[in-house]
Protein backbone atom coordinates (compact mmCIF):
# COMPACT_ATOMS: atom_id res chain seq x y z
CA UNK A 1 0.00 0.00 0.00
CA UNK A 2 1.38 3.36 -0.90
CA UNK A 3 0.26 6.64 0.40
CA UNK A 4 -0.77 8.72 -2.91
CA UNK A 5 -1.50 12.55 -3.77
CA UNK A 6 -4.19 13.28 -6.89
CA UNK A 7 -3.59 16.32 -7.90
CA UNK A 8 -7.05 17.00 -10.89
CA UNK A 9 -9.36 19.86 -10.83
CA UNK A 10 -11.57 17.41 -13.45
CA UNK A 11 -13.79 16.32 -10.47
CA UNK A 12 -14.84 13.07 -12.33
CA UNK A 13 -11.27 11.67 -13.41
CA UNK A 14 -10.37 12.75 -9.68
CA UNK A 15 -12.96 10.27 -7.91
CA UNK A 16 -12.00 7.83 -10.92
CA UNK A 17 -8.57 7.46 -9.97
CA UNK A 18 -8.98 7.62 -6.45
CA UNK A 19 -11.71 4.77 -6.49
CA UNK A 20 -9.13 2.59 -8.64
CA UNK A 21 -6.14 3.05 -6.47
CA UNK A 22 -8.07 2.62 -3.29
CA UNK A 23 -9.43 -0.44 -5.08
CA UNK A 24 -5.34 -1.56 -5.88
CA UNK A 25 -5.16 -0.99 -2.06
CA UNK A 26 -3.34 2.52 -1.59
CA UNK A 27 -4.17 5.43 0.75
CA UNK A 28 -5.57 8.59 -1.50
CA UNK A 29 -5.65 11.92 -1.00
CA UNK A 30 -7.50 14.18 -3.77
CA UNK A 31 -6.34 17.83 -4.22
CA UNK A 32 -9.09 19.68 -6.55
CA UNK A 33 -6.91 22.45 -7.75
CA UNK A 34 -3.38 24.13 -7.69
CA UNK A 35 -3.62 25.50 -4.00
CA UNK A 36 -5.44 22.68 -2.64
CA UNK A 37 -2.49 20.45 -4.43
CA UNK A 38 0.16 22.87 -3.30
CA UNK A 39 -0.51 22.98 0.23
CA UNK A 40 -1.08 19.22 0.52
CA UNK A 41 2.49 18.53 -1.32
CA UNK A 42 4.32 20.76 0.76
CA UNK A 43 2.81 18.67 3.86
CA UNK A 44 4.70 15.79 2.44
CA UNK A 45 4.26 12.10 3.46
CA UNK A 46 2.96 10.84 0.19
CA UNK A 47 4.38 8.26 -1.43
CA UNK A 48 3.92 9.09 -5.08
CA UNK A 49 2.20 12.41 -6.87
CA UNK A 50 -0.36 12.18 -9.83
CA UNK A 51 -0.34 15.93 -11.16
CA UNK A 52 -2.23 17.16 -13.43
CA UNK A 53 -0.62 20.67 -15.15
CA UNK A 54 -3.57 22.36 -16.17
CA UNK A 55 -4.82 23.70 -13.00
CA UNK A 56 -6.59 26.79 -11.47
CA UNK A 57 -4.86 29.31 -9.13
CA UNK A 58 -1.64 26.98 -9.55
CA UNK A 59 0.01 25.24 -11.89
CA UNK A 60 1.06 21.92 -12.15
CA UNK A 61 4.72 23.26 -13.66
CA UNK A 62 5.04 25.04 -10.33
CA UNK A 63 4.35 22.45 -7.64
CA UNK A 64 6.24 20.24 -9.45
CA UNK A 65 9.11 22.69 -9.07
CA UNK A 66 8.07 22.90 -5.54
CA UNK A 67 8.37 19.57 -5.02
CA UNK A 68 11.44 19.05 -6.44
CA UNK A 69 13.22 21.57 -4.68
CA UNK A 70 12.72 19.44 -1.30
CA UNK A 71 11.68 16.47 -2.52
CA UNK A 72 12.50 13.46 -4.53
CA UNK A 73 9.05 11.95 -3.93
CA UNK A 74 8.30 9.94 -7.45
CA UNK A 75 5.60 12.40 -9.86
CA UNK A 76 3.69 10.96 -12.62
CA UNK A 77 2.02 14.19 -14.62
CA UNK A 78 -1.13 13.64 -16.41
CA UNK A 79 -1.58 16.15 -19.48
CA UNK A 80 -3.61 16.28 -22.52
CA UNK A 81 -2.25 15.01 -25.58
CA UNK A 82 -2.22 18.60 -27.67
CA UNK A 83 -0.54 20.27 -24.13
CA UNK A 84 2.71 22.75 -25.09
CA UNK A 85 4.64 20.87 -22.83
CA UNK A 86 6.75 17.75 -24.08
CA UNK A 87 7.26 14.60 -22.30
CA UNK A 88 11.12 16.06 -22.62
CA UNK A 89 10.39 19.07 -21.15
CA UNK A 90 8.63 17.68 -18.16
CA UNK A 91 11.39 14.96 -18.06
CA UNK A 92 13.10 17.92 -17.35
CA UNK A 93 11.58 19.72 -14.87
CA UNK A 94 11.74 16.45 -12.71
CA UNK A 95 8.53 14.27 -13.30
CA UNK A 96 9.25 10.62 -13.47
CA UNK A 97 6.93 9.67 -15.87
CA UNK A 98 4.26 11.28 -17.82
CA UNK A 99 0.69 9.71 -18.93
CA UNK A 100 -1.58 11.38 -21.78
CA UNK A 101 -4.94 12.05 -21.11
CA UNK A 102 -7.16 9.68 -21.97
CA UNK A 103 -5.15 6.80 -20.66
CA UNK A 104 -5.43 3.87 -19.77
CA UNK A 105 -6.70 2.95 -16.06
CA UNK A 106 -4.36 -0.52 -16.05
CA UNK A 107 -1.60 1.07 -17.89
CA UNK A 108 -1.38 3.91 -15.32
CA UNK A 109 -1.75 1.30 -12.46
CA UNK A 110 1.64 -0.69 -13.82
CA UNK A 111 3.33 2.94 -14.26
CA UNK A 112 2.75 3.73 -10.34
CA UNK A 113 3.38 -0.12 -9.27
CA UNK A 114 6.54 0.40 -11.23
CA UNK A 115 8.25 3.81 -9.71
CA UNK A 116 7.27 2.79 -6.10
CA UNK A 117 9.12 -0.66 -7.02
CA UNK A 118 11.89 1.53 -7.86
CA UNK A 119 11.79 3.75 -4.87
CA UNK A 120 11.03 1.02 -2.10
CA UNK A 121 13.94 -0.32 -3.58
CA UNK A 122 16.05 2.61 -3.34
CA UNK A 123 15.18 2.93 0.39
CA UNK A 124 16.09 -1.01 1.55
CA UNK A 125 19.70 -1.05 -0.11
CA UNK A 126 22.12 -0.26 2.89
CA UNK A 127 25.78 0.09 1.57
CA UNK A 128 27.40 3.06 0.74
CA UNK A 129 28.89 3.22 -2.70
CA UNK A 130 31.57 5.63 -3.71
CA UNK A 131 33.55 6.87 -6.75
CA UNK A 132 36.10 8.98 -5.90
CA UNK A 133 34.76 11.98 -3.86
CA UNK A 134 30.91 11.18 -5.31
CA UNK A 135 28.87 9.14 -2.64
CA UNK A 136 25.94 7.44 -2.77
CA UNK A 137 24.21 5.99 0.68
CA UNK A 138 21.20 3.87 -0.50
CA UNK A 139 20.16 3.77 3.27
CA UNK A 140 19.50 7.27 3.48
CA UNK A 141 18.95 7.51 -0.61
CA UNK A 142 21.57 10.30 -0.29
CA UNK A 143 24.36 11.78 -2.64
CA UNK A 144 26.75 13.67 -2.08
CA UNK A 145 29.88 15.35 -4.02
CA UNK A 146 33.04 16.60 -2.18
CA UNK A 147 30.70 16.43 1.26
CA UNK A 148 28.14 18.60 -0.28
CA UNK A 149 24.57 17.12 -0.83
CA UNK A 150 22.88 16.86 -4.40
CA UNK A 151 19.23 16.92 -4.92
CA UNK A 152 18.41 14.05 -7.72
CA UNK A 153 14.79 12.74 -8.58
CA UNK A 154 13.80 9.11 -7.60
CA UNK A 155 15.09 8.46 -11.39
CA UNK A 156 18.05 9.76 -11.56
CA UNK A 157 19.05 8.79 -8.42
CA UNK A 158 18.12 5.33 -9.93
CA UNK A 159 20.13 5.60 -13.04
CA UNK A 160 23.44 6.96 -10.40
CA UNK A 161 23.07 3.54 -8.14
CA UNK A 162 22.43 1.57 -11.35
CA UNK A 163 25.66 3.05 -13.07
CA UNK A 164 27.40 2.98 -9.50
CA UNK A 165 26.33 -0.56 -8.82
CA UNK A 166 27.98 -1.52 -11.99
CA UNK A 167 31.31 0.13 -12.32
CA UNK A 168 33.00 -2.07 -14.48
CA UNK A 169 30.04 -2.64 -16.79
CA UNK A 170 29.01 -0.64 -20.10
CA UNK A 171 25.48 -0.31 -19.71
CA UNK A 172 23.31 -0.11 -22.96
CA UNK A 173 20.65 2.56 -22.91
CA UNK A 174 17.91 -0.15 -22.78
CA UNK A 175 19.59 -2.27 -20.00
CA UNK A 176 19.61 1.39 -18.25
CA UNK A 177 15.80 1.54 -19.20
CA UNK A 178 15.05 -1.83 -17.98
CA UNK A 179 16.49 -1.89 -14.60
CA UNK A 180 15.60 1.72 -13.90
CA UNK A 181 11.84 1.39 -15.44
CA UNK A 182 11.11 -2.15 -14.86
CA UNK A 183 9.40 -2.69 -18.18
CA UNK A 184 10.54 -3.67 -21.61
CA UNK A 185 12.63 -1.33 -23.87
CA UNK A 186 10.76 -0.57 -27.24
CA UNK A 187 13.43 1.46 -28.18
CA UNK A 188 12.76 4.69 -27.58
CA UNK A 189 16.18 6.51 -25.59
CA UNK A 190 14.31 9.99 -24.75
CA UNK A 191 13.57 9.40 -21.30
CA UNK A 192 17.27 8.22 -20.64
CA UNK A 193 18.94 10.43 -22.31
CA UNK A 194 17.18 13.08 -20.99
CA UNK A 195 17.71 11.74 -17.43
CA UNK A 196 21.36 11.56 -17.50
CA UNK A 197 21.64 15.14 -18.95
CA UNK A 198 20.18 16.25 -15.87
CA UNK A 199 21.70 13.85 -13.63
CA UNK A 200 25.15 15.28 -15.36
CA UNK A 201 24.27 18.66 -14.71
CA UNK A 202 23.44 18.56 -11.13
CA UNK A 203 27.01 16.99 -10.86
CA UNK A 204 28.64 19.27 -12.76
CA UNK A 205 27.25 22.06 -11.25
CA UNK A 206 28.41 20.85 -7.51
CA UNK A 207 31.50 20.28 -9.58
CA UNK A 208 32.29 21.61 -12.34
CA UNK A 209 36.15 19.43 -13.20
CA UNK A 210 34.50 16.77 -12.32
CA UNK A 211 33.67 13.55 -14.63
CA UNK A 212 31.41 11.00 -13.44
CA UNK A 213 29.55 9.45 -16.08
CA UNK A 214 31.36 8.43 -19.64
CA UNK A 215 29.05 8.35 -22.93
CA UNK A 216 30.45 5.58 -25.02
CA UNK A 217 28.63 6.47 -28.33
CA UNK A 218 26.86 3.94 -30.05
CA UNK A 219 27.28 1.69 -26.79
CA UNK A 220 25.78 3.32 -23.79
CA UNK A 221 27.39 4.68 -20.66
CA UNK A 222 29.99 3.96 -17.56
CA UNK A 223 31.43 5.31 -14.91
CA UNK A 224 35.40 6.33 -15.86
CA UNK A 225 37.67 4.14 -14.56
CA UNK A 226 39.93 6.18 -12.34
CA UNK A 227 43.51 6.17 -12.32
CA UNK A 228 45.62 4.34 -9.33
CA UNK A 229 42.52 3.11 -7.67
CA UNK A 230 39.37 0.72 -8.33
CA UNK A 231 36.04 2.33 -10.18
CA UNK A 232 33.84 1.93 -6.95
CA UNK A 233 33.69 0.12 -3.49
CA UNK A 234 31.00 -0.60 -1.14
CA UNK A 235 30.92 -0.70 3.00
CA UNK A 236 28.08 -1.65 5.54
Do not use: C
Not at 26 to 38: F, K, M, P, T
Not at 41 to 68: C, E, K, N, Q, W
Not at 121 to 144: F, I, K, S
Amino acid sequence: MARILIVEDHQDLNALLAESLADDGHEIVSAYDGLQGRRAAADGGFDLVLLDLMLPYVSGSTILADIRSTSDVPVIVLSAKDAVWSKIDLLRLGADDYVAKPFDLGELSARIDSLLRRSRHAQAADPVLTYGDLELDTGAARVTVAGTEVSLTATEYRILELLMGRPDRLLSKAAIYEGVWDEPYLGDDNAVKTHLSNLRTKLKRVHPDGSYIETVWGLGYRMPKLRGQTRNSSES
